[in-house]
């Protein structure tokens, strides 16, 4: 079992299980459409395979297996589950002819097989993943805080109806951001680990966008790992709300400008990936074939805990999880899907 699972004192969940089957339905019914309304965006359909080496994939961290199989139809293609859409968001933007101020979002499935699993991780990934076309002139700090405080505020509004359909969750979400580097959060709390500064921050600010992951801190450490072929470093960021079940920071949605041809050069570099550039995907960037843009993902079952104020992210999704971790939480009344 998981060392990092939390079991709230006196924890009860507030809505049965066929109400909380039905509160899933609607949350996912009334966010996406308050999401598609704030930004613009249009559904699409997305994949659960790619091929093998298309470069298309997450390498997340780089150090992830990916689930992969033969297709026997094709003489014996290799394909991989997708991890996220991060790239092939892009590339359907550039295929479909979306211009500038306008976007797609849809539900992405994926598997992480070695995630560790705890209340708020699942070897299975569900997301609304979203990516939106800008122009060069909105490659900036202002742009990227508007775009973080409009998914706040459709955050929020869910939350409001979710309140009034189940009066028995009462809380709200805090709509004033509060913005922060990564950097200057260490320099906050020098000490810390990225976790704990995480952690300390949300709490103070209830609701905290964390801004540029993924490159060498002052102390030579990372804040966290991000890929270096999606987002621009020095323009993404976390988006985190405090759950008071948890007693908590979680983290709802990943987001951030994508990288150009200039940010994509440097910082393969820095990350010894040039060997990328081989892949189509990294070479329409480069040549600027793919229009720049702005996108992310915000966890459908995430949120859904959030917002009904459950404990384990298993009583709102169905995956795999330990014997023991199944056995523990029923022992204090955390029921796993």
Not at 159 to 171: C, E, F, M, S
Not at 261 to 277: F, I, P, V, Y
Not at 280 to 286: E, L, N, R, S
């Amino acid at each position: 079992m998981s060392k990092s699972l939390y079991i709230p004192e006196g924890y009860k969940s507030a809505l049965t299980l066929r109400e909380t089957q039905h509160a899933i339905k609607y949350i996912k019914d009334v966010f996406q459409q308050a999401l598609s309304f704030a930004l613009t965006l249009d559904r699409v359909s997305a994949p659960l395979i790619v091929r093998m080496g298309s470069g298309i994939n997450d390498d997340l961290n780089g150090v992830e297996r990916k689930v992969d199989f033969t297709i026997k139809e094709i003489g014996g293609c290799e394909a991989e589950v997708v991890q996220s859409l991060a790239k092939w968001k892009r590339m359907a933007l550039y295929r479909y002819g979306y211009n500038a101020g306008e976007g797609i979002y849809t539900d992405m499935n994926a598997i992480r097989r070695d995630d560790d699993t705890d209340n708020t991780h699942s070897i299975f990934v569900d997301q609304w993943d979203w990516e939106k076309v800008i122009t060069r002139e909105q490659r900036n700090i202002d742009f990227l805080k508007d775009t973080v405080k409009s998914v706040v505020k459709a955050v929020s509004f869910v939350k409001r109806k979710v309140g009034l359909r189940y009066p028995v969750i009462a809380g709200n979400v805090c709509e004033d951001v509060f913005f922060i580097t990564t950097q200057e959060l260490e320099d906050m709390y020098p000490d810390k680990s990225p976790k704990e500064r995480e952690r300390l921050i949300t709490k103070e600010h209830k609701t905290v966008f964390i801004m540029q992951i993924g490159g060498l801190l002052a102390s030579g450490q990372k804040h966290d790992g991000r890929a270096p072929d999606y987002d621009d470093w020095s323009l993404n960021g976390d988006i985190f709300v405090w759950d008071d079940v948890l007693d908590n920071a979680l983290e709802i949605s990943s987001m951030g400008i994508r990288v150009d041809e200039n940010s994509l050069k440097t910082q393969l570099a820095e990350a010894g990936a040039e060997d990328r550039m081989q892949y189509d995907y990294h070479k329409m960037i480069a040549d600027g074939t793919l229009p720049l843009t702005i996108g992310g993902g915000i966890g459908q079952s995430r949120l859904c805990m959030y917002l009904l104020e459950k404990a384990h992210i298993g009583e709102v999704q169905s995956s795999i999880w330990s014997n023991d971790m199944i056995a523990k939480c029923a022992e204090h009344g955390i029921t796993l899907l």
